[in-house]
């Protein structure tokens, strides 16, 4: 990568790709809409013109018009749409695989969803198990429950399902498949996670019902038409995060963050760094169906804090992030009950600790997480991202703060959620 470690100030208000993970939900949805959905400002990511894919190998009409995207929906009943010839390639991205599952469960004939090698070695019985228990044929072909996934759509039903692990994407494939299925579906979760298909369902006009159960929560749902919308996507926070992340970390760095995405299961990055000490305004502007607004981050001396379990859904993504932070916090930072973070593009437990201890940094890596121990003044150096958007980014903001250079070997796979990212950090200083 270039050389970011000329620690300049970052004075910039600018906004974000829209959100990948609203984006993904919405293109699978408007199939199952009657008539057409126009979602503006659909997320570029790599990512999701994997799920453009699953669109185009179904016959699903569908086009691009600038930032936006149209879909024809074919209904619940799935007419206009056909099996698909040949597999379904979802690239890299576990979200398209997961939750195509999921809307495929109930659709006519068979799908074989397969992906990049990277794809192919994470977990996929975790969803398919419930959507046999509903009635779909779904094989997991790769050793060891793991992908391709042979699914077999056809008449559903409903089931009381409780999340073994803490999983939006999951929880999402059921719900997809409950909105086609007969009697109620319901998915029971004790740690709360990103609700976006939830508000997406309500918002296309299902009934959808949460309720309070064992300190958590029931999402439930039953069969029901779905309306086509036009929708805002919401500027990316995820994106948005890693310069959040620079400008906390810069002296007299000065950002404002228009027009992104504030919804509070995905935002736990800003209660942390407000644990931390840092400094930082999030507006609401907007709220339906995606709450949105602006955030303002100021540079401001960090200190240490702990990361707890049930906080790891609303910052998965960002725990790199979070690594990199208490590298210059006073005290120790530690993280638990992040061990999902072993199962995502990498082991990003692993590939973090050990990036951070190549640019000097005081790093522990644990089964379930990682603790850090600052401040630490960072060298130049080299570290491997492993082919991992999240790490990518992550050392990259590691490099602005080094006292040299830093090389990132694997950066080629960041524009699976931020196409542009270092020439957007780039332009900030």
Same mark, same amino acid.
Request: proline fraction near 6%.
């Given at each position: 990568?270039?050389?970011?470690?000329?620690?300049?100030?970052?004075?910039?208000?600018?906004?974000? @790709?829209?959100?990948?993970?609203?984006?993904?939900?919405?293109?699978?949805? &408007? $199939?199952?809409?009657?008539?057409?959905?126009?979602?503006?400002?659909?997320?570029?990511?790599?990512?999701?013109?994997?799920?453009?894919?699953?669109?185009?190998?179904?016959?699903?009409?569908?086009?691009?018009?600038?930032?936006?995207?149209?879909?024809?929906?074919?209904?619940?009943?799935?007419?206009?749409?056909?099996?698909?010839?040949?597999?379904?390639?979802?690239?890299?991205?576990?979200?398209? !695989?997961?939750?195509? &599952?999921?809307?495929?469960?109930?659709? @006519?004939?068979?799908?074989?969803?397969?992906?990049?090698? /990277?794809?192919?070695?994470?977990?996929?019985?975790?969803?398919?198990?419930?959507?046999?228990? !509903?009635?779909?044929?779904?094989?997991?072909?790769?050793?060891?429950?793991?992908?391709?996934?042979?699914?077999?759509?056809?008449?559903?039903?409903?089931?009381?399902?409780?999340?073994?692990?803490?999983?939006?994407?999951?929880?999402?494939?059921?719900?997809?498949?409950?909105? /086609?299925?007969?009697?109620?579906?319901?998915?029971?979760?004790?740690?709360?996670?990103?609700?976006?298909?939830?508000? !997406?369902?309500?918002?296309?006009?299902?009934?959808?019902?949460?309720?309070?159960?064992?300190?958590?929560?029931?999402?439930?749902?039953?069969?029901?038409?779905?309306? +086509?919308?036009?929708?805002? $996507?919401?500027?990316?926070?995820?994106?948005?995060?890693?310069?959040?992340?620079?400008?906390?970390?810069?002296?007299?760095?000065?950002?404002?963050?228009?027009?992104?995405?504030?919804?509070?299961?995905?935002?736990?990055?800003?209660?942390?760094?407000?644990?931390?000490?840092?400094?930082?305004?999030?507006?609401?502007?907007?709220?339906? +169906?995606?709450?949105?607004?602006?955030?303002?981050?100021?540079?401001?001396?960090?200190?240490?804090?702990?990361?707890?379990?049930?906080?790891? @859904?609303?910052?998965?993504?960002?725990? @790199?992030? $979070?690594?990199?932070?208490?590298? /210059?916090?006073?005290?120790?930072?530690?993280?638990?009950?992040?061990?999902?973070?072993?199962?995502?593009?990498?082991?990003?437990?692993?590939?973090?600790?050990?990036?951070?201890?190549?640019?000097?940094?005081?790093?522990?890596?644990?089964?379930?997480?990682?603790?850090?121990?600052?401040?630490?003044?960072?060298?130049?150096?080299?570290?491997?991202?492993?082919?991992?958007?999240?790490?990518?980014?992550?050392?990259?903001?590691?490099?602005? $703060?080094?006292?040299?250079?830093?090389?990132?070997?694997? !950066?080629?796979?960041?524009?699976?959620?931020?196409?542009?990212?270092?020439?957007?950090?780039?332009?900030?200083?």
């Amino acid at each position: 990568m270039n050389d970011l470690t000329e620690a300049r100030p970052i004075k910039a208000s600018l906004r974000v @790709p829209g959100d990948k993970a609203i984006s993904h939900r919405a293109a699978l949805l &408007a $199939v199952l809409a009657e008539g057409r959905t126009t979602i503006r400002s659909f997320s570029p990511a790599g990512d999701c013109e994997a799920t453009l894919r699953v669109l185009r190998a179904l016959g699903v009409r569908h086009g691009r018009d600038g930032e936006d995207l149209w879909v024809e929906g074919v209904g619940g009943e799935w007419r206009g749409a056909h099996p698909p010839e040949g597999h379904i390639d979802c690239g890299r991205s576990g979200t398209t !695989m997961r939750l195509a &599952a999921g809307l495929l469960a109930a659709a @006519p004939g068979t799908s074989v969803l397969t992906g990049h090698p /990277q794809l192919l070695r994470r977990p996929m019985e975790r969803v398919a198990e419930p959507l046999r228990s !509903m009635g779909a044929d779904v094989r997991s072909e790769g050793g060891g429950g793991t992908a391709p996934l042979t699914i077999t759509g056809g008449p559903l039903r409903g089931i009381r399902y409780r999340l073994p692990v803490a999983s939006a994407q999951v929880k999402s494939a059921v719900l997809f498949a409950g909105i /086609q299925a007969d009697g109620t579906t319901s998915v029971i979760e004790t740690i709360p996670t990103r609700d976006h298909s939830e508000r !997406m369902l309500s918002a296309m006009g299902a009934g959808v019902r949460v309720t309070t159960v064992d300190g958590g929560a029931e999402i439930a749902l039953e069969r029901s038409a779905l309306r +086509p919308l036009e929708l805002l $996507v919401p500027g990316d926070f995820s994106s948005a995060a890693p310069l959040i992340a620079a400008a906390a970390l810069l002296r007299g760095s000065d950002l404002s963050v228009r027009g992104v995405g504030l919804n509070p299961t995905r935002t736990g990055l800003l209660r942390v760094l407000g644990r931390m000490g840092g400094d930082f305004i999030a507006e609401t502007a907007g709220s339906h +169906p995606e709450p949105w607004g602006e955030v303002r981050v100021r540079h401001q001396p960090l200190a240490a804090t702990a990361v707890r379990p049930e906080e790891v @859904p609303s910052l998965i993504d960002e725990l @790199p992030l $979070v690594g990199v932070l208490a590298t /210059q916090a006073g005290g120790t930072t530690e993280v638990r009950g992040a061990a999902e973070l072993r199962l995502k593009e990498s082991d990003r437990i692993g590939g973090l600790v050990e990036g951070l201890r190549a640019l000097g940094a005081e790093a522990e890596a644990l089964e379930d997480g990682f603790v850090v121990t600052g401040p630490t003044p960072l060298r130049g150096g080299r570290c491997d991202a492993l082919d991992d958007h999240r790490l990518a980014m992550a050392f990259a903001v590691a490099a602005l $703060v080094a006292s040299s250079r830093v090389e990132v070997k694997g !950066m080629g796979f960041v524009g699976d959620s931020f196409p542009g990212f270092i020439e957007s950090l780039e332009a900030l200083r």
